[in-house]
């Protein structure tokens, strides 16, 4: 099955790719999800569109994402969120509130699905984040999470 992704899928690609996937996973996972839109001939004209709009949000070449990786790595973030007594949260921490905290602390606007929270923040402490900011560049922000 041939598709056009709206979004970007990890291990597949990014948002105006046209991908050749199985039948089952298109059909059952990427287009219910809205993922991706089957590809014709018409909807090849809306390939142009996103992959101009994803050029807009993304950064340009691999110094600016440099620069703001070493902005990110020399940021200090804290995150205030509900936690228990001995210091579990209530819930856990996610890529939205991470993106959040990183602009309050002077940081950049972050995409929230370009972070990635490898074991889910469920306790009080630092934990490591990572941020893909490039193909070839990924940066580690140390977010400090108290109960707030």
């Known amino acids: 099955m041939k598709l056009i992704l709206t979004n970007e899928v990890s291990g597949l690609g990014a948002p105006g790719d046209v ?8 059909r059952n996972y990427l287009i219910p999800r809205g ?5 014709t001939r018409g909807a090849e004209s ?6 101009k709009a994803r050029d807009a949000r993304e950064i340009r070449d691999v110094g600016s994402a440099k620069e703001v990786a070493g902005q990110l790595g020399a940021l200090k973030v804290k995150l205030a969120t509900r936690a228990g007594d001995s210091g579990r949260l209530f819930g856990s921490v996610t890529t939205a509130d991470v993106a959040q905290a990183v602009k ?9 699905r370009r972070i990635e929270i490898v074991n889910p923040i469920k306790s009080v402490g630092v934990h490591k984040v990572s941020v893909r900011l490039h193909p070839e560049v990924s940066a580690t922000v140390d ?3 108290v109960a707030g």
Do not use: C
Not at 35 to 39: D, G, H, Q, V, Y
Not at 104 to 112: E, I, S, V, Y
């Open 35 to 39: 993922f991706a839109i089957r590809w």
């Open 19 to 26: 991908v050749e996937v199985k039948d089952g996973y298109g």
């Open 46 to 51: 809306q390939i142009a569109s996103i992959k």
């Open 143 to 145: 977010i400090e999470v």
């Open 104 to 112: 309050a602390a002077g940081g950049p606007q972050l995409d929230r």
